[in-house]
T-cell receptor
Framework: GAGVSQSPSNKVTEKGKDVELRCDPI?????LYWYRQSLGQGLEFLIY????????KSGLPSDRFSAERTGGSVSTLTIQRTQQEDSAVYLC????????????FGPGTRLLVL | GDSVTQMEGPVTLSEEAFLTINCTYT??????LFWYVQYPGEGLQLLLK?????DKGSNKGFEATYRKETTSFHLEKGSVQVSDSAVYFC??????????????FGTGTRLTIIP
């Protein structure tokens, strides 16, 4: 399909472990976003990538969270030393251009930290 | 900062009833406004959008009009169906640093339609 894909779809981990979440944006989309959907906080922005520019990391909740985007395409969100409050659905979205364009969302990765 | 206030749910209606879900926003500048929908077991999908004042977005029988004077973007549908049962999110985006047009979401409204 031509949509945004994310993997894994579900991840269960133990507190203190590191996890990596992957996002494959729609081909040709230059910008990519990560969001988090949790019961306590709703849907919140995490990080934004646009082409080869420096990412906007202003939404990352702590320094345990990091993300990279290789070759302007695939992105990986890494959470180090996971905590129970990190349990949420992590959503990735991509857009073709940055001005008033629709963001297309992937199905999300549901993370459960035990 | 930017914010979206959305009618709290859950909302339960009978089939063919009229639907309104209220949404108001606070933003600097001139945001674009969106309604996203999340059907059970599925990802977020754009339902409709409006990019400037007085624009009306419409899709699948749903409508919302961008009202700058009341900073609102209420979602309406004249006759709901069981298949409309989902969670609805109002959202805005405004140009930020590095061209970041991140979405700021409301809390979501769970809609259930009873046959």
């Amino acid at each position: 399909g031509a949509g945004v894909s994310q993997s894994p779809s579900n991840k269960v981990t133990e507190k203190g472990k590191d996890v990596e979440l992957r996002c494959d944006p729609i081909s040709g989309h230059t910008a990519l976003y990560w969001y988090r959907q949790s019961l306590g906080q709703g849907l919140e922005f995490l990080i934004y990538f646009q082409g080869n520019s420096a990412p906007d990391k202003s939404g990352l909740p702590s320094d345990r969270f990091s993300a990279e985007r290789t070759g302007g395409s695939v992105s990986t969100l890494t959470i180090q030393r996971t905590q129970q409050e990190d349990s949420a659905v992590y959503l990735c979205a991509s857009i073709k251009r940055r001005t008033q364009e629709t963001q297309y969302f992937g199905p999300g990765t549901r993370l459960l930290v035990l | 900062g930017d914010s979206v206030t959305q009618m709290e749910g859950p909302v339960t209606l009978s089939e063919e009833a009229f639907l309104t879900i209220n949404c108001t926003y606070t933003a600097t500048g001139y945001p674009s406004l969106f309604w996203y929908v999340q059907y059970p077991g599925e990802g977020l999908q754009l339902l409709l959008k409006a990019t400037k004042a007085d624009d009306k977005g419409s899709n699948k029988g749903f409508e919302a009009t961008y009202r700058k004077e009341t900073t609102s973007f209420h979602l309406e549908k004249g006759s709901v169906q069981v298949s409309d049962s989902a969670v609805y999110f109002c959202a805005l985006s405004a140009a930020g640093i590095f061209g970041n047009e991140k979405l700021t979401f409301g809390t979501g409204t769970r809609l259930t339609i009873i046959p």
